[in-house]
């Protein structure tokens, strides 16, 4: 049973950082991409973030680019996503997936998520 269990939300200040875990189990292997996701309320669900498990290319969208960035620690089965300078519009709750069939962040179906975690940008 693949399974994917995230911590590290809470409520933080404009400009304050956080760092979000997705840790993976039930994977025959570490080759799997892990896609970050949020949905703010009332707006649909967007792609934050992914990092490949083939080759260890990541991607960060423009909306975060320079301010979150996204690291693996295959030892530990884990995916972080570190977000910097946070604002207002950050404020969602933060989903991790995957595809444990897909290693690419582009060939990931993303058909296995986490339980989500709600991150608050608050002052």
């Known amino acids: 049973q693949v399974q994917l269990v995230q911590s590290g939300g809470g409520l933080v200040q404009p400009g304050g950082s956080l760092r979000l875990s997705c840790a993976a189990s039930?994977?025959?292997?570490?080759?799997?991409?892990i896609g970050w996701f949020r949905q703010a309320p009332g707006k649909e669900r967007e792609g934050v973030s992914c990092?490949?498990?083939?080759?260890?290319?990541?991607y960060i969208a423009n909306s975060v680019k320079g301010r979150f960035t996204v690291s693996r620690d295959n030892a530990k089965s884990t995916t972080y996503l570190h977000m910097n300078n946070l604002k207002l519009e950050d404020t969602a709750v933060y989903y991790c997936?995957?595809?444990?069939?897909?290693?690419?962040?582009?060939?990931?179906?993303?058909?296995?998520w986490g339980q989500g975690t709600p991150v608050t940008v608050s002052s």
């Open positions: 039930g994977f025959t292997s570490d080759a799997y991409a």
């Open positions: 997936a995957t595809d444990p069939d897909g290693s690419g962040c582009l060939e990931a179906a993303y058909d296995v």
């Open positions: 990092i490949s498990g083939s080759d260890g290319k990541s």
